[in-house]
């Protein structure tokens, strides 16, 4: 069987039962999705499959013959960003960067679906993962901005909501 | 200073965003074998038998490890201070919490790993457990440590974290009223989206690259090598990326084990915990037991307070007796309180070790300091602001272990947080700075406590 894998067609020797995340991670060495818990509960090991986000460590890989496969290689190269992952960076959006790659491409899917800023949408469609270094303001505020269509300097940071101004308190 | 007030983009952000950022678990390395470990199901048993044959028969299982193949088997995470140790790196004779490793296995994969693991033949003979510091004490306790149901290694073989202070009799004799409070906050995991990874690598040197995980690298780099009994330029440790750790990273987790297997096998060998493991078995923050009295004046001076603390270390110390001893510096909070009585002990139960987590130690107390001083506000009627900016720590106060304040915080603290949510604060609280007590604000009951901070 066959799945394309960020447009690369791979030819996949494991078993139809293994899961997309061992094929992807140990088979074919794309490192970017991330075994958090294996048990579809953390959002760390979501790429895009056909443009949907799903949880890799579930799905066997079996299904998937001919499937398209995005993982967060795929969304753009540090010479070429893609907005999400410029508007994250921008925005101090991923502290130790584990949940980092399933974030994006939740966020990713939302704005191929035409998602807006409004918060509470950006909340329902990032609602499936976690970040344990409690980084959710500033995933949210990314994301919103990249759906806004902000352009974004990465030599410097946005402020943030509860940034102190200089001179504010001593 | 072109860095200090500017807002830089992180060193990482780019590798971050785009997949780059090599995580333990991302490296590879031809040819590794997966480690599994064979652990406790009981919180308390006696080993009655343990025969690892039938795993190592196995095929494609390459190393199985016991107590027996470890150099240094007990070592504490605090001997290098010269505390003494008391776990062991694999269980002996008794396991004391459930999920406490007793054998290891490497193997060709995972699943090879954990048949082996089913395989070993072991039997118990469980023991009552002790999973409540509150009993520890009690005369018909079950028995769980070497040394008891508390550490006994404070300074002079001490058993508790003792602070005197003040005249502690006198200050309850003078009270208005004493406000009394229990807090118990209780156990956290840390939950770090990566779990405990090491992957080890014997190299043609001899030596052994271990690309660990850890937040403490040269720390476990000593704790690795006096369990192996190896000096320290045989091991070369590749850290500095952690998929989140908050304290849980700290203690020495896999490195040691999966060295060991590397050592007998002769072969790379990664060890990566299940999302279970992480929560049946690594270090938690501990619960913690705080019992507060404070004697307190009507008009909200807080004159003396005594204190209790029994920190659940689990069934090892690790680093617990130095998390209680900052707790114990900590005890009165961002306040000057002159007359002290604290006792805190660290206290052996059946459940898995405590460790650190943003803040180890303080994070507790100052949970309870500050809802107790809400309680006194609550009890003498006054505002809860007043009472903390009055008994706030100003320049030249003495914390309880005698540090001497230089520039405290308390008083433009609490001020900013009465602004930001719009609390009216009376003219002289409102005036009020971090400066030297005086006037009002330096009652007789703290004029012996004052030091001079330009003489430290």
Same mark, same amino acid.
């Given at each position: 069987?066959?799945?394309?894998?960020?447009?690369?067609? +791979?030819?996949?020797?494991?078993?139809?039962?293994?899961?997309?995340?061992?094929?992807?991670?140990?088979?074919?060495?794309?490192?970017?999705?991330?075994?958090?818990?294996?048990?579809?509960?953390?959002?760390?090991?979501?790429?895009?499959?056909?443009?949907?986000?799903?949880?890799?460590?579930?799905?066997?890989?079996? =299904?998937?013959?001919?499937?398209?496969?995005?993982?967060?290689?795929?969304?753009?190269?540090?010479?070429?960003?893609?907005?999400?992952?410029?508007?994250?960076?921008?925005? =101090?959006?991923?502290?130790?960067?584990?949940?980092?790659?399933?974030?994006?491409?939740?966020?990713?899917? =939302?704005?191929?679906?035409?998602?807006?800023?409004?918060?509470?949408?950006?909340?329902?469609?990032?609602?499936?993962?976690?970040?344990?270094?409690?980084? =959710?303001?500033?995933?949210?505020?990314?994301?919103?901005?990249?759906? +806004?269509?902000?352009?974004?300097?990465?030599?410097?940071?946005?402020?943030?909501?509860?940034?102190?101004?200089?001179?504010?308190?001593? | 200073?072109?860095?200090?007030?500017?807002?830089?983009?992180?060193?990482?952000?780019?590798?971050?965003?785009?997949?780059?950022?090599?995580?333990?678990?991302?490296?590879?390395?031809?040819?590794?074998?997966?480690?599994?470990?064979?652990?406790?199901?009981?919180?308390?048993?006696?080993?009655?038998?343990?025969?690892?044959?039938?795993?190592?028969?196995?095929?494609?299982?390459?190393?199985?490890?016991?107590?027996?193949?470890? #150099?240094?088997?007990?070592?504490?995470?605090?001997?290098?201070?010269?505390?003494?140790?008391?776990?062991?790196?694999?269980?002996?004779?008794?396991?004391?919490?459930?999920?406490?490793?007793?054998?290891?296995?490497?193997?060709?994969?995972?699943? %090879?790993?954990?048949?082996?693991?089913?395989?070993?033949?072991?039997?118990?003979?469980?023991?009552?457990?002790?999973?409540?510091?509150?009993?520890?004490?009690?005369?018909?306790?079950?028995?769980?440590?070497?040394?008891?149901?508390?550490?006994?290694?404070?300074?002079?073989?001490?058993?508790?974290?003792?602070?005197?202070?003040?005249?502690?009799?006198?200050?309850?004799?003078?009270?208005?009223?004493?406000?009394?409070?229990?807090?118990?906050?209780?156990?956290?995991?840390?939950?770090?989206?990566?779990?405990?990874?090491?992957?080890?690598?014997?190299?043609?040197?001899?030596?052994?690259?271990?690309?660990?995980?850890?937040?403490?690298?040269?720390?476990?780099?000593?704790?690795?090598?006096?369990?192996?009994?190896?000096?320290?330029?045989?091991?070369? $440790?590749?850290?500095?990326?952690?998929?989140?750790?908050?304290?849980?990273?700290?203690?020495?987790? %896999?490195? %040691?084990?999966?060295?060991?297997?590397?050592?007998?096998?002769?072969?790379?060998?990664?060890?990566?915990?299940?999302?279970?493991?992480?929560?049946?078995?690594?270090?938690?923050?501990?619960?913690?037991?705080?019992?507060?009295?404070?004697?307190?004046?009507?008009?909200?001076?807080?004159?003396?307070?005594?204190?209790?603390?029994?920190?659940?270390?689990?069934?090892?110390?690790?680093?617990?007796?130095?998390?209680?001893?900052?707790?114990? $510096?900590?005890?009165?909070?961002?306040?000057?309180?002159?007359?002290?009585?604290?006792?805190?002990?660290?206290?052996?139960?059946?459940?898995? #070790?405590?460790?650190?987590?943003?803040?180890?130690?303080?994070?507790?107390?100052? $949970?309870?300091?500050? %809802?107790?001083?809400?309680?006194?506000?609550?009890?003498?009627?006054?505002?809860?602001?007043?009472?903390?900016?009055?008994?706030?720590?100003?320049?030249?106060?003495?914390?309880?272990?005698?540090?001497?304040?230089?520039?405290?915080?308390?008083?433009?603290?609490?001020?900013?947080?009465?602004?930001?949510?719009?609390?009216?604060?009376?003219?002289?609280?409102?005036?009020?700075?971090?400066?030297?007590?005086?006037?009002?604000?330096?009652?007789?009951?703290?004029?012996?406590?004052?030091?001079?901070?330009?003489?430290?």
């Amino acid at each position: 069987m066959k799945i394309v894998v960020n447009g690369a067609v +791979r030819e996949i020797g494991s078993s139809p039962t293994t899961s997309l995340l061992f094929v992807l991670r140990e088979e074919l060495g794309v490192t970017g999705p991330k075994a958090g818990c294996q048990q579809g509960g953390c959002g760390a090991c979501t790429v895009l499959v056909d443009g949907s986000p799903r949880r890799s460590c579930l799905l066997p890989v079996g =299904y998937l013959d001919g499937a398209e496969i995005t993982t967060v290689e795929g969304l753009g190269t540090p010479m070429s960003l893609a907005p999400v992952q410029q508007a994250f960076v921008h925005h =101090y959006a991923a502290q130790c960067g584990f949940c980092t790659s399933g974030f994006l491409l939740a966020a990713q899917a =939302y704005l191929d679906r035409g998602g807006t800023d409004d918060r509470e949408a950006i909340i329902e469609a990032l609602g499936g993962h976690v970040c344990r270094c409690t980084g =959710y303001v500033k995933i949210i505020e990314a994301v919103a901005a990249a759906a +806004r269509g902000d352009t974004f300097d990465l030599t410097t940071t946005a402020p943030g909501k509860y940034t102190t101004v200089a001179g504010g308190a001593r | 200073m072109k860095a200090v007030g500017a807002r830089i983009p992180r060193y990482d952000g780019v590798a971050h965003v785009t997949g780059r950022t090599v995580y333990v678990d991302d490296v590879r390395i031809q040819g590794t074998l997966w480690a599994k470990a064979l652990r406790s199901p009981h919180h308390h048993a006696g080993i009655t038998k343990l025969d690892t044959r039938p795993a190592s028969e196995l095929k494609g299982v390459h190393a199985v490890i016991t107590h027996e193949d470890v #150099p240094l088997n007990v070592y504490g995470h605090l001997s290098a201070l010269g505390i003494p140790a008391d776990e062991p790196l694999l269980a002996e004779d008794a396991v004391r919490y459930k999920g406490q490793p007793i054998a290891l296995v490497a193997a060709d994969d995972e699943e %090879t790993a954990a048949r082996a693991v089913d395989a070993i033949e072991i039997e118990f003979e469980e023991r009552p457990a002790l999973l409540d510091v509150r009993k520890a004490f009690d005369p018909d306790a079950p028995r769980i440590h070497q040394w008891g149901n508390w550490y006994t290694h404070f300074e002079d073989e001490m058993d508790r974290r003792q602070i005197r202070k003040g005249d502690i009799d006198a200050a309850f004799a003078q009270a208005d009223t004493i406000v009394q409070g229990v807090y118990r906050p209780a156990a956290i995991e840390h939950a770090p989206l990566e779990t405990q990874v090491c992957q080890v690598v014997p190299e043609a040197n001899g030596r052994l690259t271990i690309y660990s995980c850890t937040q403490a690298l040269y720390f476990s780099m000593g704790v690795v090598a006096a369990h192996l009994g190896v000096p320290l330029n045989k091991l070369k $440790f590749v850290g500095g990326t952690t998929g989140g750790g908050f304290g849980g990273k700290v203690d020495t987790a %896999t490195e %040691t084990m999966t060295s060991l297997l590397v050592l007998k096998s002769g072969k790379p060998v990664k060890w990566r915990w299940t999302r279970e493991e992480e929560f049946l078995c690594s270090s938690t923050r501990a619960p913690w037991h705080m019992e507060i009295a404070d004697a307190v004046t009507k008009d909200g001076w807080i004159l003396g307070r005594r204190m209790l603390t029994l920190h659940d270390s689990g069934a090892y110390a690790r680093f617990s007796p130095y998390g209680l001893t900052k707790h114990s $510096f900590h005890h009165t909070g961002a306040y000057t309180i002159p007359n002290l009585a604290f006792d805190g002990y660290v206290v052996f139960t059946n459940r898995v #070790p405590t460790t650190a987590m943003r803040g180890f130690g303080v994070t507790s107390v100052s $949970f309870a300091v500050e %809802t107790h001083m809400n309680r006194v506000a609550e009890v003498l009627g006054i505002d809860p602001f007043e009472a903390r900016l009055k008994n706030a720590n100003r320049i030249g106060d003495t914390s309880p272990n005698g540090v001497v304040y230089t520039d405290p915080s308390t008083v433009p603290t609490i001020q900013a947080i009465a602004t930001a949510i719009g609390h009216e604060l009376k003219s002289d609280y409102r005036a009020m700075t971090n400066e030297p007590r005086n006037g009002e604000w330096l009652p007789e009951h703290l004029v012996a406590q004052i030091a001079n901070p330009e003489e430290h």
